[in-house]
């Protein structure tokens, strides 16, 4: 996997934080009335690291990051 098992860490726990407050969000678990805004803003900024987890693992970053490996074991073989 790319990126080793910090990637994957750092991945894990921002999909997993996302996934943590918007269930808190959405049955009002947890979150108290004073509270609430805190955990909005919470949301938009895990909504974007899980966004850009996504966009690394399966993006451009993944296409470039092949064409990388392609590049490294064509020069190995010359």
Same mark, same amino acid.
Do not use: H, P
């Given at each position: 996997?790319k990126?080793?098992?910090?990637a994957?860490?750092?991945g894990? @726990?921002?999909v997993? *934080?996302? @996934? ?5 969000i959405?049955? *009002?678990?947890?979150i @108290?009335?004073?509270?609430k805004?805190?955990?909005?803003i ?8 899980? *966004?850009?987890v ?8 993944q *296409?470039?990051? !092949?064409?990388?490996?392609q590049? !490294?074991e @064509?020069?190995?073989?010359?």
């Open positions: 996997m990126g080793g098992w910090r994957d860490l750092v894990f @726990i921002s997993g *934080g996302f @996934i943590t407050v918007c269930v808190l959405l049955t *009002g678990g947890a @108290i009335d004073s509270m805004d805190v955990g909005l919470l949301l938009g900024q895990l909504s974007m690291k899980f *966004g850009t996504v966009d690394y693992f399966y993006g451009s970053s *296409g470039s990051a !092949n064409k990388s490996e590049l !490294n @064509i020069a190995k073989q010359n």
